[in-house]
T-cell receptor
Framework: AQSVTQLGSHVSVSEGALVLLRCNYSSSVPPYLFWYVQYPNQGLQLLLK??????LVKGINGFEAEFKKSETSFHLTKPSAHMSDAAEYFC???????????FGKGNQVVVIP | DVKVTQSSRYLVKRTGEKVFLECVQDMDHENMFWYRQDPGLGLRLIYFSYDVKMKEKGDIPEGYSVSREKKERFSLILESASTNQTSMYLC????????????FGDGTRLSIL
């Protein structure tokens, strides 16, 4: 079965600094990978996804992620953090033929002014 | 835009009550999902449905059941509510294709007293 590991439940970043959230997946076949964001008192919103093709994926709000098969990773980055980026971020994985997503435990991002 | 609507944002019930959580989507999606979200545990799949009257157990189905009588509506039922079912419940829907993202409702925060 597929799984995702997100280390560090809470991540603090200074406003204007790089945001880096790490995601490592486990899958015996090529994965489909997603990053979701959850703002307070809301559901999850898709940030970006990787299915096939270009390994560097750009998403909404200036976020991007790079699929690295050799490292089984799909880390999320944003060059310059904004106060509005304070939220919880989830990485998720699935595979072809499976409609279920396996979610990581999430990273709560705090942006320090 | 896809709209997934959960009937209640906040709900308070008593131990032993039968509780219904309703979810409606407006995009003719085949797949619908129920998750619960707890701090430090991420999202855990309770049940999902890939067609009307079809359902499959997720990772934590014990104490729950579901109903899908119409394509747009997916109900989660707590047969006899217990305090350990106090949680945030999230509904999602997706097209029946593995690289299609899931779209989430805003969640129902359920408290069992």
């Amino acid at each position: 079965a597929q799984s995702v590991t997100q280390l560090g439940s809470h991540v603090s970043v200074s406003e204007g600094a790089l945001v880096l959230l790490r995601c490592n997946y486990s899958s015996s076949v090529p994965p489909y990978l997603f990053w979701y964001v959850q703002y307070p008192n809301q559901g999850l919103q898709l940030l970006l996804k990787y299915t096939t093709g270009a390994t560097l994926v750009k998403g909404i709000n200036g976020f991007e992620a790079e699929f690295k098969k050799s490292e089984t990773s799909f880390h999320l980055t944003k060059p310059s953090a904004h106060m509005s980026d304070a939220a919880e971020y989830f990485c998720a994985v699935t595979i072809y033929g499976n409609n279920r997503l396996a979610f990581g435990k999430g990273n709560q991002v705090v942006v320090i002014p | 835009d896809v709209k997934v609507t959960q009937s209640s944002r906040y709900l308070v019930k008593r131990t032993g009550e039968k509780v219904f959580l309703e979810c409606v989507q407006d995009m003719d999606h085949e797949n619908m999902f129920w998750y619960r979200q707890d701090p430090g545990l991420g999202l855990r799949l309770i049940y999902f449905s890939y067609d009307v009257k079809m359902k499959e157990k997720g990772d934590i189905p014990e104490g729950y059941s579901v109903s899908r009588e119409k394509k747009e509506r997916f109900s989660l039922i707590l047969e006899s509510a217990s305090t350990n079912q106090t949680s945030m419940y999230l509904c999602a829907s997706s097209l029946d294709s593995v690289n299609q993202p899931q779209h989430f409702g805003d969640g129902t925060r359920l408290s069992i007293l």
